[in-house]
């Protein structure tokens, strides 16, 4: 038998005993021991609709809902601050390396069907949610914060300020947010938006648009691109 069926009857074997309790954490440390980190071990996600969730990832608060075959990476963090909503993830959830999810204060995280979250992301639902649909692809260090501080004159330091909000935030399904990208509180980004790579999106993009710059706003729409790129490709 080849050393790659050995491996794959090895990892189907152990993940059909994988959790989040303390053997359930063993049998998926035993399930990856001989797989390769990152995109590789999502692969074990798709064994059991337990999904895989790494040993590594650190889960500090009660009320998170797991979908179907998610996958969850390495130093995934999932934290409750005080009256911190619930954290949900839709079926085949991809969440890497080192990205947090905090909820508090009411805030709370929904994450739609088949959403990849790429690593070092910061999602920190205070009063308001974050809800993320369907096929959407987040790229690496995007963060989300529907809140801010205060910032009144005179009435003591920042810190010390009670947080406000004017809104959650809603990324719609289909939607693609390049490296970096910041979004902050009553944003709608709509249906297969695109933002560009370091954006700071402040107020709402409409469906089908290419946003970009700090704050973001409304570059060309996906469909004159389409237009563009038919009329290049007749010409020649």
């Known amino acids: 038998m080849q050393l790659h069926s050995i491996r794959g009857l090895w990892a189907h074997f152990w993940m059909r005993f994988a959790g989040t309790g303390r053997f359930g954490r063993t049998a998926t440390r035993l399930a990856a021991a001989f797989t390769p980190p990152y995109y590789h071990r999502v692969y074990l996600s798709c ?16 009320n998170v809902h797991f979908g179907a075959n998610v996958y969850v990476d390495d130093g995934v963090l999932f934290y409750e601050d005080y009256n911190g909503g619930a954290i949900t993830l839709g079926d085949g959830v ?80 289909g939607s693609w947010l390049g490296v970096g990208v910041i979004v902050l509180d009553n944003v709608r980004i709509g249906k297969g938006a695109v933002v560009g ?40």
């Open 47 to 62: 064994i059991t609709q337990k999904g895989y969730i790494s040993p590594k990832a650190t889960i500090c608060h009660h």
């Open 197 to 236: 790579a370091g954006a700071v999106v402040t107020r709402d993009v409409p469906d089908g648009a290419i946003v970009g710059g700090s704050p973001a706003r409304v570059l060309k729409m996906r469909d004159d691109l389409d237009e563009q790129m038919e009329k290049e490709r007749k010409s020649n």
């Open 94 to 173: 991809h969440l890497h390396r080192d990205t947090f999810l905090q909820t508090g204060q009411g805030g709370s995280v929904k994450i739609g069907p088949r959403t990849h979250i790429q690593p070092r992301c910061q999602l920190s639902a205070y009063l308001s949610p974050i809800i993320i649909g369907s096929d959407v692809e987040i790229a690496p260090y995007c963060a989300f914060y529907p809140y801010n501080h205060g910032i009144s004159k005179g009435v003591g330091p920042i810190s010390k300020l009670p947080l406000q909000t004017k809104g959650g935030i809603v990324v719609e399904d």
